[in-house]
């Protein structure tokens, strides 16, 4: 269990420091008004992504006894992991443009993370199966799972706005990008593991 914990808890500080339109959605708010509103969009995740863990868990409920059909989702999902580390290693400070950000509120928080597409990516190809694989262990393995995501993912975001609010100089510091490039790094193992995964769904390498 502390397997999917761990998995839980890297993936989520990895797409919470990612740059994107959430995250610069977190920054500007924190910049423009205080750092209270930075974090009311950082939780907007919690409440847009419940309707997309269950819809894709419901999917791969039914694709439990397809070895194969899963083991090509694994291999996506290591495909996307690696992206999401090719990012990391690659991101820079200022990739976050404040000046193209729509007017900034909890509620444009929840419309710029549903409209995105990361999340959908992620819970697809990485989050639904990895739920369903640690189901298969008992019900704990997945909930810790989802709680280490969720708690790093929002946490990492709020952390974000309270650095920014009390110095910010914080993005365009080393600390930033010396934490991007080492989750990057991370995320290339987690791939290289999902990719394990599903050549042996596929029957390539023996278990």
């Known amino acids: 269990m502390v397997y999917y914990l761990t998995i839980g808890i890297i993936l989520g500080l990895a797409a919470g420091f990612a740059p994107g339109p959430l995250l610069t959605l977190v920054i500007s708010e924190t910049l423009e008004h205080n750092i209270k509103s930075g974090v009311k969009v950082a939780i907007a995740p919690v409440i847009t992504d419940l309707p ?6 419901f999917v791969f409920a039914q694709l439990s006894n397809f070895h194969s059909i899963l083991g ?10 690696l992206y999401m580390g090719y990012e990391s290693m690659h991101s820079e400070a200022n990739e976050l443009d404040f000046q193209e950000t729509r007017p900034r509120s909890l509620t444009k928080g929840i419309l710029a ?95």
């Open 52 to 57: 997309i863990i269950i819809l894709t868990l």
């Open 72 to 81: 090509v989702v694994s291999l996506l999902g290591g495909c996307f992991v």
């Open 113 to 207: 993370n549903t409209l995105s597409p990361h999340p959908y990516l992620f819970w697809l190809s990485v989050g639904a199966p990895t739920m369903t694989k640690a189901l298969s262990l008992n019900i704990f393995a997945p909930l810790l799972f989802i709680s280490g995501f969720y708690t790093f993912l929002v946490g990492s975001k709020v952390l974000l706005a309270i650095l920014v609010g009390k110095s910010k100089s914080f993005l365009n510091g080393d600390v930033y990008i010396y934490i991007m490039r080492f989750l990057g790094l991370v995320l290339g193992v987690l791939a290289f593991a999902l990719f394990i995964d599903g050549l042996k769904l596929l029957g390539i390498l023996v278990p």
